[in-house]
């Protein structure tokens, strides 16, 4: 009897281990563990290759005014409870973006055929990419920048790359079985940094071999190009909207862009990361003897000088106007938001050529003209 009852105790505490690690545990897709991950620029993500089990990829806010974290685990042991958290899986065929930045990324690393569904179709500027996105049947999943979660359903994504101010709708995502993942190149404050966002992209998607090498032929071109800065080659940049003319924070990509091209920008002790809003005439008054002046705008295919000229009198007055030095980049059509996050390399040459007179056969930048 004695034995009966303890082979009973025993077969009881048997099952509930049996059971409880069931319950406890999920399955996962096992990776191989890379463990030379250099993370040299970028400072909105880090990856800690510290655990046995797990790699571990953390999104952050950083000094940015929406706060705002993330993570995602690449697991190398099934013994591992990844309960509760993110983890990314071995093989994605519908991921969903909410920005047209992604889209250079995720082409880099050749996962443009598993893009189902996609958020500013219409703000994609050149044919071939379209071309490529009707292809793969992609679908619009916004409208005005709103998310259609109707359209986001009837895609199912396997994984939703989203904004960090989704943070709101981030729980409906989840209610709806979505996984989602805030992807926050945007925030970079160096174009290496936005870059070197390839390698978050590779290891998510099981391709960061060919990710890092990516980075590292481009980081050498980028950085054989870089100019000495030069004080007297002052620089403003952009238009005025309305009253208002908003300046690029002296923390961003654009700032930085032109530094390592050897300019001087004329608010480089405004230290705010949020961009700098003067009034027209401020601008008027300060920029007027600038030596350069860098716009990034969309206007018409054929937008001139002279156009330029129609859309304020006192232009013809700036130094930069009168020496030839308006350096213009089209939004509408080239491919600064879609392809320009990866090509720093090019927008560099392209300013170094357009400093030097030299714009023939630019990519992104060429002389107003």
Known sequence: MKSFILLSITFLLLTTCVE????????????????????????????DTTHKAYTKIEINSGDSKYK?????????????????????????????????????YLEAIDMTSSIKGLSGFDYMSKNDIKKVLRKNKVIEISNEGEILMEKLLKINPDLFLIYPYELETASKYKRNGIQTLLVAEYLESTPLGRLEWIKFFGLVFNNYHKANAIFNQKEKSYLKLKQAYDSTKTLFFNLPFNDNWAMPSTNSVTVNLATDAGLSY??????????????????????????????????????????LLK????????????????????????????????????????????????DTSTTYFKILK
């Open 311 to 358: 859309e304020e009198d006192i232009y013809k007055e700036f130094e930069a106007v009168k020496n030839g030095n308006v350096i213009f980049c089209n939004t509408s059509f080239t491919d600064y938001f879609t392809r320009g996050p990866v090509q720093p390399e090019l927008m560099l040459q392209d300013l170094i050529n357009c400093i030097n007179k030299n």
């Open 266 to 307: 004329i608010y480089k002790k405004e230290t705010s990361v949020d961009n700098l809003v003067l009034s027209k005439e401020e601008v008027w008054e300060q920029a007027i003897h600038s030596k350069y002046w860098i716009i990034i705008a969309s206007r018409p295919k054929k937008f001139s000088l002279k156009d």
């Open 68 to 104: 705002f974290y993330d993570s995602i685990f690449i697991p190398h042991s099934s013994n591992y409870n990844f309960n509760n958290h993110k983890v990314i899986y071995n093989n994605y065929k519908n991921i969903a973006i909410q920005s047209v930045t992604y889209f250079a």
């Open 20 to 47: 409880h690690h069931q319950e406890s545990s999920t399955k996962v897709d096992i990776f191989e563990k890379i463990q030379d991950i250099d993370i040299k620029y970028a400072k909105r993500f880090s990856v």
